[in-house]
């Protein structure tokens, strides 16, 4: 049955190639932002209905969902998901699908996620006599940006009727070699949160501090600080980072400022020491700029909670990716501190995050995601395809 159904969805996968890297072209040269993918939703809409899926939902504004339904569809029910949005960056690949946009580009490689979707939702459909269950499709806007496509696809409960059991997302790696996938199991991704500090204190000349509350001096207090709550207070065994890269200071050799601003990103893997970690680091600073005369105003933009991947989950799906690959070909990965916002869907259901490896070195494919030369060899797009249908159809009969 396992070879079977993997030779199936090999020979439609190989079938429709041409079509694939067609349709990853297109969504590459037309890229729109963040909650703004009005013309890639319609795309993805009328793709789905000449499959001849009709069961078609839009959820969330420009997200969609469809479902697939097997034999006995009210059996079991489990997710496959994609992100619609691309990036505000300028492209400097001289290619033919080049975007159109000017400004907005894939950098991330969601244009691939979302052929990715479409390619195993044709093999499905065309295989919906051979499984048993419903497979739900989603297609959300928004990862890039907060509050995250995926929170507001489940505030509008994308995750019930029909509820999935279990959802897998997968997401291009240009560090991993075309051909190869990679799993982590457990804690996968970082929660993410943004910190904006103001620093005040009173300006004056720089030759007379007694007469002035230095913000600079405070705002370097606080800096080294707060580095103790990660490397002091945080538990060893949970991974936390906190980072500031922007100080904005705007005196001068002898002007003292009134305000200092510091941005910077604090991210763990652990929802309580999360918060905790916001209180103790609100309490720190305002402390000591207190104690040093001035005042500090301290905000916290929440972003995506940490991902975790579901033990069992993906070790079926790293299994799966064995038959289907081969072992030479599924690699382990480590703990990743970027954050994600399939992650929301990963605190509510069991749900597996998996990377595609993109990389071909000959090629020169080697650019990093988010960057204006990133670029994908598109022999991963058949696998992308391939090894979500497959673990769709592995799922649904586990
Ligand atoms: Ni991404």
Known sequence: MTNQIIDQIKLLAENNRSKFIEMRHHLHANPELSFEEFETSKFVKNQLIKIGITDIEHVANTGIVALIKGKNSEKKVIA?????????ILEQNDVMYKSNNLGVMHACGHDVHTTCLLGAAEILFNLRESFEGTIKLIFQPGEEKLPGGASLM??????????????FGQHVMPLIPVGKVGFKSGLY????????????????????????????????QIIIALQQIVSRMASPIIPSVLSFGKINANGATNVIPNEVFIEGTFRTLDEKWRFDAHEKMIKMASLIAEGMGGKCEFEVRKGYPFLRNDEDLTSLAKHGAIEYLGNENVIDLDTWMAAEDFAYYSQIIPACFYRLGTRNEKKGIVSSVHTPTFDIDEDALNIGVGLMAYLAIKKLSN
């Open 80 to 88: 496959l998901r994609a992100d619609l949005d691309a990036l505000p």
């Open 154 to 167: 489940i505030a509008e409960n994308v995750l019930e009727n029909p509820s999935p059991e279990a959802i």
């Open 189 to 220: 991704m970082a929660s993410s949160d943004e910190i904006f500090i103001k620093v005040i204190g009173k300006g004056g000349h720089g030759a007379m501090p007694h007469l002035n509350i230095d913000p600079i001096v405070i705002a370097a």
